[in-house]
């Protein structure tokens, strides 16, 4: 009894299993990759948080407790957790149309964002419903991905520009950016240009020169890592030098220094009625994103994770974001990478990360009042722009034209309608694509290849038939969708065929019957019967076997079950030259 205790107490508090073997070379591993990402985060965090309309600091609370929590509950050893720019831009999506953006209302509708998505993703942990992700498909989700990062790019423009502009959809983006160019601070764009320049050259010429003027490759790594935070001081220290803010140079201005506040999310129904359907987007996408992550990184080392236990971690991260001045985070490809690579080896250097960011709070924050928004917006458009992928268009139309159908349409959405109209969209396309599938599954007449005991698709491979016999193969389990899909195609075979006295239908595919396609089985057998037509059945599996046996099914059938094809094939081979039907094996 304890023993079992012990062990559900450890499955929920994965920190029991790794932090046993803990020792002074983890230890050192999992700092080293926490001083890394620490400094990739502190301007990474700052410019997510403008992203999604928030103060900055906001960028930086949100990056402690949620980190420290998900060390505790998550289940993976390398998953850095915090503020990601689609789901900052979802967040200003969903508030923005509540509240204006700096006000008490924006961000109390933020953190209960937050809050709202945490109790989802823990309530889909407990209840094992982590599959429900897989509703998404990965190429829509790539499209969104794209078209998400396409929007955000645009819509930090404005900072770099210095130009006034606003809108959800990449169409209001460029028409407002197109109203304002006359308004354009030069300065700022002397600014940000540069800044965006340098930190896409740091991102892949830094390491490669550092190593060639004789540098370690590990050492080289670090410093290249560091490079976006040398851009961030280098413009910091110019807006300072020159007073740039008051040339029209936007600056972070004043960050609070200190501890995060302790927050509380509003349990307002009509607040929550508004953001319900946001809450669970946001948790979706930022669900299937980490743990897609997760699961990459694991398997290099040969680990596993638990995506029941990740839903779990991932929404007391954020639960605990609502109630510390956070917003809605999920795991980080760019920063979990950096982690990994690293050589963090377990959640503890997310928790040495989350120190780190505050004592960069308690410090560092009054530094940044000339911090310019130009260089934030910089650090954001090269970290989105790694996101688009148009390639996936590419291989979907060469692969399959429903999934390159579906990603065209996410990618057209999103950019025309809005990151929520276009995921929900691509959630829906990914369930009518999967029915439309499934509801015509592949059906195939199949006859046996010479000399051995295999059936084969009679289209594809020279094999022997009987005239007098149809054998049918269905490639996909049957349900509600494709029930009469089945029945018609069966009718209209037979009614080819006038001298069929037996139909076998082959189900090696076959993994779920439900209640809808039993009585179209039983409508097939009862219609058969009715032309003196035998249906039999052949290779069900056995939990569809067990269940069938709950019907009375087995009843009425005209024909019988085989354990196989051949066996099928051989005895009613015989019962049609006068022998007796032996008893079939089910």
């Not at 003027?213 to 410093?223: E, H, I, K, S």
């Not at 989350?354 to 000339?370: N, Q, R, W």
């Not at 009425?556 to 032996?582: C, D, W, Y």
């Amino acid at each position: 009894m304890k023993t079992g205790l012990r062990n559900a107490v450890a499955k929920r508090l994965p920190i029991l299993e790794w932090s046993r073997d803990y020792g002074r070379a983890t230890f050192g591993s999992d700092m080293l990759a926490a001083v890394i990402v620490t400094i990739m985060l502190i301007p990474q965090s700052l410019a997510y948080a403008l992203l999604a309309g928030l103060p900055a600091e906001m960028g930086i609370y949100a990056s402690i407790a949620p980190i420290i929590l998900y060390a505790i509950f998550g289940t993976s050893r390398a998953l850095a957790v915090g503020p990601v720019a689609v789901v900052s831009l979802m967040t200003a999506a969903a508030v923005g149309n509540l509240a204006e953006q700096g006000t008490p209302e924006y961000i109390t509708a933020a953190i209960t964002l937050a809050f709202m998505s945490g109790a989802f993703l823990v309530a889909l942990g407990l209840f094992r419903l982590g599959f429900l992700a897989n509703f998404l498909s990965h190429p829509v989700i790539a499209g969104f991905i794209t078209a998400s990062g396409i929007i955000i790019a645009a819509s930090q423009l404005k900072h770099i520009l210095g130009v006034p502009a606003s809108g959800h959809t990449l169409v209001e983006l460029v028409a407002s950016l197109w109203e304002n160019l006359s308004q354009i601070n030069w300065i700022t764009v002397a600014i940000g240009v540069p800044a965006a320049a340098a930190l896409f050259w740091v991102r892949k010429g830094l390491k490669p020169l550092l190593i060639a003027w004789g540098l370690g490759p590990r050492l080289a790594d670090v410093l290249s890592k560091a490079g976006p935070v040398a851009v961030v001081a280098i413009t910091t220290l110019i807006a300072w030098l020159f007073s740039l803010d008051e040339m029209g140079v936007k600056t972070v201005g004043t960050v609070p220094q200190g501890l995060p506040p302790l927050t509380a999310p509003s349990f307002s129904p009509d607040l929550w009625a508004s953001l319900i359907g946001s809450a669970v987007l946001i948790s979706i996408i930022g669900f299937v994103e980490s743990v897609s992550v997760a699961q990459t990184l694991a398997a290099k080392k040969r680990q596993r994770i638990d995506p029941d236990q990740e839903l779990i971690g991932l929404g007391m991260a954020n639960i605990g974001g609502a109630f510390s001045g956070g917003y809605p985070v999920t795991g980080g490809f760019a920063r979990s990478v950096v982690n990994f690579d690293a050589g963090a080896a377990t959640p503890a250097a997310g928790a040495f990360t989350a120190i780190g960011l505050l004592l960069a709070s308690l410090f560092l924050t009054p530094l940044l009042y000339y911090l310019p928004q130009a260089t934030l917006a910089a650090t954001i458009i090269v970290a989105v722009l790694s996101l688009v992928d148009f390639s996936i268009l590419r291989k979907t139309w060469t692969y399959s034209r429903a999934d390159f159908a579906a990603v065209s349409a996410t990618i057209l959405a999103t950019l025309g309608l809005g990151v929520e109209i276009g995921v929900t969209i691509g959630v829906a396309l990914s369930v009518l694509i999967h029915l439309y599938r499934t509801s015509k599954p592949h059906m195939a007449v199949v006859g046996q290849v010479p000399g051995t005991e295999h059936y084969r698709n009679v289209r594809r491979h020279e094999v022997m038939t009987d005239e007098n016999i149809l054998a049918v193969r269905v490639d996909e389990s049957l349900y509600f969708a494709n029930a009469r899909y089945l029945e018609d195609r069966i009718y209209d075979m037979v009614a080819a065929r006038p001298a069929v006295t037996d139909v076998i239908l082959m189900c090696p595919a076959v993994n779920e019957i439900d209640m809808s396609a039993l009585e179209s089985l039983e409508a097939i057998n009862d219609r058969l019967k009715a032309l003196d037509v035998r249906f039999h059945l052949s290779e069900i599996k056995g939990p569809v076997m067990d269940r069938l046996r709950r019907s009375n099914f087995f009843h009425h059938l005209t024909g019988k079950v085989f354990l196989s094809q051949h066996q099928a094939m051989t005895a009613i081979k015989r019962q049609n030259v006068a022998e007796p039907l032996p008893v079939s094996a089910e």
